[in-house]
Nanobody
Framework: QVQLVESGGGLVQAGGSLRLSCAASGRTFSSLNMAWFRQAPQKEREFVAAIIRWNGETTYYADSVKGRFTISRDNAKNTVSLQMNSLKPEDTAIYYC????????????????WGQGTQVTVSS
């Protein structure tokens, strides 16, 4: 089993920045592929960013956040982070941390473990 706990959400003005963190426990963190997804009201949960296990050298991003968001991992601290810059009102959503024991992908179905989510609200 893997437990994931997100933190760092909040209210920010457009153009501002936030840093989300996700603390993992229950399994060797470095062996997990990690990702962030988000879900806006009345919309499907969508992929945001992912980072490969072990060295984190491979990352994926949704086109909508590329160049603004950066995913990173700290295996010593069992955490994955999402640095969000130049935030837009359309980034408003609940952000979820997810973990996969299999492949790194942009698909929700790949990730078997999920956190409870943290709210990000961007005001215009």
């Amino acid at each position: 089993q893997v437990q994931l706990v997100e933190s760092g959400g909040g209210l920010v003005q457009a153009g501002g920045s936030l840093r989300l963190s996700c603390a993992a426990s229950g399994r060797t963190f470095s062996s997990l592929n990690m990702a962030w997804f988000r879900q806006a009201p009345q919309k499907e949960r969508e992929f945001v960013a992912a980072i490969i296990r072990w060295n984190g050298e491979t990352t994926y991003y949704a086109d909508s956040v590329k160049g603004r968001f950066t995913i990173s991992r700290d295996n010593a601290k069992n955490t994955v982070s999402l640095q969000m810059n130049s935030l837009k009102p359309e980034d408003t959503a609940i952000y979820y941390c997810a973990a996969s024991l299999s492949m790194l992908s942009k698909s929700r179905a790949t990730y078997g473990y999920w956190g409870q989510g943290t709210q990000v609200t961007v005001s215009s």
